[in-house]
C-alpha cells in the first residue's frame, strides 16, 4: 500500500512553545490530506482537511490559528501547533488520500505530543 | 446519537472462536464504509472496504445493511494476532470521514 510518514514521530516540549509536525507521502501525490487527533481510549477525532494549494478546512471546534495548516506541495502537509498547553498533549495522525481511485486513506505512522 | 457507534468491548475470545462486531452509522446519506485495524499506540491500517454484496478476505467477512444502517465484521477462526483494536469508518458528503470509537478484541491462548 502507499507510505505515509509523519515526522517527528514523537516531541516533548514546555507549555507556550511551537510545535511543527510534518507529513509526507512518499510514493504518491496526495491531493487531500487529513489531520487528526487522538485522545486515550477515544476515537480518532478529525481536526481539518487540506487540500494542496488552498487554506484547509476546520472540524468545528478546532482553532485554525491554533492549529496551523499549510500544504504547500501534493507530497507534504505540516501541522504547527503554536502556543501549546499540557491539554494539547495527544497523538495527532496525518493521512492522505490519492488523486485518483479509491477513498481509501493512508495513515501515518502518528506524532505523539506531551506539552509539559 | 453518534454519527457512527460501536461497542467499545472489550471482547475477550479463545483462540480459534468465531467473533462479530457491528457498528451502526446516523447518516443514512453514507456512501462508503470501511473496517480499519489499530494496534496500540500505533496508526490505523485499512483492513477492507465494505460493499453492499458483502466481502470477504481470508478469515474476515465484512457485510453492510443499508436498511438498518449497520456495518459488520466477522472474524472467523481467531488468532493471537487479530488482537487490536477494531475502527469502523464511515465516509459520508463532502469526503467527510468518521471514525468510530473502536472495538477492543483481545484473543486469549
Known amino acids: 500500500g502507499a507510505v505515509v510518514s509523519q515526522h517527528p514521530s514523537w516531541v516533548i516540549c514546555k507549555s507556550g512553545t511551537s510545535v511543527k509536525i510534518e507529513c509526507r507521502s512518499l510514493?504518491?501525490?496526495?491531493?487531500?490530506m487529513f489531520w487528526y487527533r487522538q485522545f486515550p481510549k477515544q476515537s480518532l477525532m478529525l481536526m481539518a482537511t487540506?487540500?494542496?494549494?488552498?487554506?484547509?478546512?476546520?472540524e468545528q471546534g478546532v482553532e485554525k490559528d491554533k492549529f496551523l495548516i499549510n500544504h504547500a506541495s501534493l507530497t507534504l502537509s505540516t501541522l504547527t501547533v503554536t502556543s501549546a498547553h499540557p491539554e494539547d498533549s495527544s497523538f495527532y495522525i496525518c493521512s492522505a488520500r490519492g488523486s485518483r481511485g479509491t477513498y481509501e486513506q493512508y495513515f501515518g505512522p502518528g506524532t505523539r505530543l506531551t506539552v509539559t | 446519537r453518534k454519527e457512527v457507534e460501536q461497542d467499545p468491548g472489550p471482547f475477550n475470545v479463545p483462540e480459534g472462536a468465531t467473533v462479530a462486531f457491528n457498528c451502526t452509522y446516523s447518516n443514512s446519506a453514507s456512501q462508503s464504509f470501511f473496517w480499519y485495524r489499530q494496534d496500540c499506540r500505533k496508526e490505523p491500517k485499512l483492513l477492507m472496504s465494505v460493499y453492499s454484496s458483502g466481502n470477504e478476505d481470508g478469515r474476515f467477512t465484512a457485510q453492510l445493511n443499508r436498511a438498518s444502517q449497520y456495518i459488520s465484521l466477522l472474524i472467523r477462526d481467531s488468532k493471537l494476532s487479530d488482537s487490536a483494536t477494531y475502527l469502523c469508518v464511515v465516509r459520508g458528503g463532502y469526503q467527510k470521514v468518521t471514525f468510530g470509537i473502536g472495538t477492543k478484541l483481545q484473543v486469549i491462548p
Open positions: 510514493d504518491f501525490q496526495a491531493t487531500t
Open positions: 487540506s487540500n494542496e494549494g488552498s487554506k484547509a478546512t476546520y
